[in-house]
Every structure is written in structure tokens, then in C-alpha cells.
């Protein structure tokens, strides 16, 4: 039998991208996700089994959640169905669980591979339900966005989650070495070039094998300045509006409630490189300053609000030096929740009480009815007292008194708490009783 010519549509094998020429098979091969995959670990225990359960894969980009699906179907004798959420839509859906069910009949089971299953609405999400309960489908979902955000509670009830992790410095050398022995060359980089090259795919394999493609043919030496000039720098990753923005604003937040100030300017530069607004930040920073530190320093929230006011003044980059002074003056500021929780316990208070009015002596009497109605009797003029505190009584008449703002001995508020001490200690006395009172 004659060979059949070659096909107009056939793809010389070093014409693939090298990110697909350089894809694991066997989940042996795969790089930086051991917690996982290793015999012991919870997707290996199931590969050994061959007894998969439906699966939210979630990591970054690059990290090899496709990879992954496409070998547990291999290594599963499984039928191996792709879908892009982005581009699929109900009609496709329909079309791969028909096919699942004809499967299943002549017992072929289905791994249906859903790439970027977050972008399903709930609908959507909602018509997988009966197919991965009667085992006509397993579904193995990729995301990059926090499944407990982004997916239905009844579809995540019936899936395990695995967390993928960013690809390390030491999985990402592996892949340059796996790819120059494919290539057959070492990469024309020196030492300095080639950990920058690390750096530059910040934990995505995929971006790392498609800058070796860029990388291989420049003449050599390349050092990380030529490195810089002939590659872009992957964009960090962040996304205003979804978890890396909550996360990053956690971290700052957390950072300076810790009194770290060099991890919290950290988080500062990562949240302005990933093109946060800085008034956004400033909003933020605000908040901490009354609600981590309060009393303890007062001179906070006015240090974040001056930051907020110099970066409307001048804008970026010149104002975000203001955001950075203001940060450091949080992180190292004494720290007190004491107007926080104060707050917290009067707003309860406030609610269990209804509507009590104020005790009579401490309402203006601007007309005669009022004061023949007892309004501002017996009413004490505290400065005019011996002591400028008259121990009177300002709490509903029909509530007793309670202690909402409890202040710390951190900062200034060490002194707020020596004060209202001594006027416990004369309330207890009665203080004032009797002296300086007045009409209003």
C-alpha cells in the first residue's frame, strides 16, 4: 500500500508553541502541584483509585489547570469533553451531556472539562446539577476567581475544591531545563538573566515557556538588562474588582493593624502596581485610623485624611508619597479598637432601648410650659463645679447606666483611661452634687 501524501492541514511538530510541545503526559510530570497530585496527596489517592469525584480546580493562570484535567481523564479512561465558559453557552452544554448519557450507556464515562466556569451564570451553573449527581458527567471546573464568590452553593456542594498554588522559582527552572533539552541549547542567558526571566513570569509557566520562545534566538550573552529590553514583564496580577483586590486591601490592612510597616508598604506598592486607585486606598486608610487606633493616637485620622487631601492635590505619582507617609504612620501608631467596640456596644444599646427619652434636667426649657414641665431642672453646669466634673446622671431615667467605651492603656488613650477613672472615682463620691446648677 502507497503512503498517502502529506496533509495541507498537517502541523510540523517545531511550529507548535512550545508551551504545547512541552505539555506533561502524566501527572508525574506536572511541576509545582505535589500537595495534590503526589500518590499520597488527595487527586493522586483518586488517580490510584480510578475513582475521580467533580472538582473545582482554582489557581492562577499558568498554573496547569488544564493540564491536569486533560491527563486525570487519560489516566481514567474517561472521555475527555472541553468547554470554555467563555464561549459556550446552554446549547453547547446540552450537546456534551446527550453525548455523556449515549456514553454512558455502552459504559464510557465523561470528564467534562469546564475552562473558566466562573463566567457560567447561575442558570447556567445550575444545569450541571442533575448530570454530576447521577454520574453521567465528572466535572472538573478551572477558575481563577474564589469559587465560594463565584460559584452557586448547590454546585459547589456537590464538588471538591483544590487550590492550585503559583508555580515556585524551583518548578518554573525546572521547565527552562525541560525546554532546553527539547530545544537542544541552553537559553543565551547569564546567571542574573536567567533568574530575572523567573521573575518576570511571577509564578505563570505559560508566560515563562512563551518568553523562552521570545529568548532562545537572541545572540548571547543576554544579561537582565537586554533581557528587559527584548521580553515584556508579565503585568501583575490583580484585579480590581474581584479577590486580588480584596486580598491585596486585607494584607495592608492587616500589615498595619500588626504595627509591620515595612510588609505594609509591601502591599501599598503591590495594590499601586496593579493599578489600584490610590483614592481608594486613602478611603481605606482612613478607616483604619479610627477604627485600629482611635483614641490611642487621635492625630491618626488626621494624618490619613492630610494624605487623601495632598493626593487630590497633586495626583500620582507625586501624591502617592503621601499615602506611603500616612501608612507608615498608621503601622507604627499605638493601636486601639476602644472607639470601635464603644461604638459597637452604644449601637446595640441604642436598639434594645427604643425610644427613652433624655432625663429631664438636660432638656433646654425655651418656653415657660417647658420649664413648669420640669425641663432643665437641677440641670449642673460642669465647668462652673470644683472639680469641672459634676458626676451627674445623662442616661435615659428608666435605663441604667452602662460602660460602652472601655479605652486601653496604649497612647494617648493611657491618659483617657486615667481620666475617666478618676471620674468614676467621683461619680461613686457625687461629685458636684448640689453646685452650679443652672437653668440651661
Request: hydrophobic share 40%; proline share 6%; aromatic share 8%.
Amino acid at each position: 500500500m502507497s503512503e498517502l501524501p502529506p496533509s495541507l492541514f498537517d502541523v510540523d511538530d517545531a511550529s507548535r508553541p512550545l508551551a504545547d510541545r512541552l505539555r506533561p503526559h502524566t501527572l508525574a510530570d506536572v511541576v509545582g502541584q505535589d500537595h495534590l497530585l503526589a500518590q499520597d496527596a488527595p487527586i493522586g489517592r483518586m488517580v490510584a483509585a480510578q475513582r475521580l469525584v467533580s472538582m473545582i480546580l482554582w489557581g492562577p493562570p499558568g498554573c496547569g489547570k488544564t493540564t491536569i484535567a486533560r491527563l486525570l481523564a487519560e489516566q481514567t479512561n474517561l472521555a475527555f469533553e472541553p468547554l470554555s465558559a467563555t464561549f459556550s453557552g446552554v446549547a453547547d452544554l446540552r450537546k456534551v451531556f446527550q453525548a455523556a448519557q449515549r456514553r454512558r450507556e455502552i459504559g464510557q464515562g465523561t470528564l467534562l472539562f469546564v475552562d473558566e466556569i466562573h463566567r457560567f451564570n447561575r442558570a447556567q451553573q445550575d444545569s450541571f446539577l442533575p448530570y454530576v449527581e447521577d454520574g453521567t458527567i465528572v466535572l472538573v471546573g478551572a477558575t481563577t476567581e474564589n469559587p465560594s464568590f463565584e460559584l452557586n452553593g448547590a454546585l459547589l456542594s456537590r464538588c471538591q475544591v483544590f487550590v492550585l498554588k503559583r508555580l515556585d522559582d524551583a518548578a518554573l527552572g525546572i521547565l527552562i531545563t525541560r525546554a532546553e533539552e527539547l530545544l537542544g541549547a541552553s537559553l543565551p542567558l547569564d546567571d542574573d538573566a536567567r533568574q530575572a526571566l523567573i521573575a518576570m513570569a511571577d509564578g505563570d509557566g505559560r508566560y515563562l515557556l512563551n518568553m523562552i520562545e521570545q529568548v532562545q534566538s537572541l545572540p548571547a550573552p543576554v544579561d537582565s538588562a537586554a533581557l528587559a529590553a527584548a521580553v515584556q514583564k508579565r503585568a501583575p496580577l490583580y484585579d480590581k474588582s474581584q479577590e486580588g483586590h480584596y486580598n491585596l486591601i486585607s494584607a495592608l490592612h492587616k500589615s498595619m493593624r500588626g504595627s509591620d510597616p515595612d510588609a505594609a508598604l509591601y502591599w501599598l506598592a503591590r495594590m499601586l502596581a496593579g493599578g489600584e486607585d490610590p483614592l481608594f486606598i486613602a478611603r481605606r486608610i482612613t478607616r483604619f485610623a479610627t477604627e485600629d487606633i482611635g483614641m490611642a493616637d487621635p492625630n491618626a485620622v488626621q494624618q490619613a485624611l492630610a494624605a487623601w487631601d495632598v493626593y487630590e492635590r497633586l495626583g500620582s505619582p507625586e501624591g502617592e508619597l503621601a499615602i506611603a507617609q500616612a501608612v507608615l504612620y498608621l503601622a507604627t501608631a499605638p493601636k486601639s479598637i476602644g472607639v470601635y467596640r464603644g461604638f459597637s456596644r452604644a449601637n446595640a444599646a441604642a436598639k434594645r432601648t427604643g425610644s427613652l427619652m433624655p432625663p429631664a434636667h438636660i432638656l433646654n426649657a425655651p418656653t415657660r410650659m417647658m420649664k413648669d414641665l420640669g425641663y432643665g431642672k437641677g440641670y449642673q453646669y460642669d465647668p462652673d463645679t470644683e472639680t469641672g466634673f459634676s458626676g451627674a446622671n445623662y442616661f435615659p431615667d428608666d435605663m441604667a447606666r452602662e460602660t460602652f467605651y472601655e479605652p486601653t492603656e496604649n497612647g494617648y488613650e493611657r491618659n483617657v483611661a486615667e481620666r475617666l477613672r478618676q471620674w468614676a472615682k467621683l461619680r461613686d463620691q457625687g461629685a458636684g452634687d448640689g453646685k452650679a446648677a443652672a437653668d440651661d
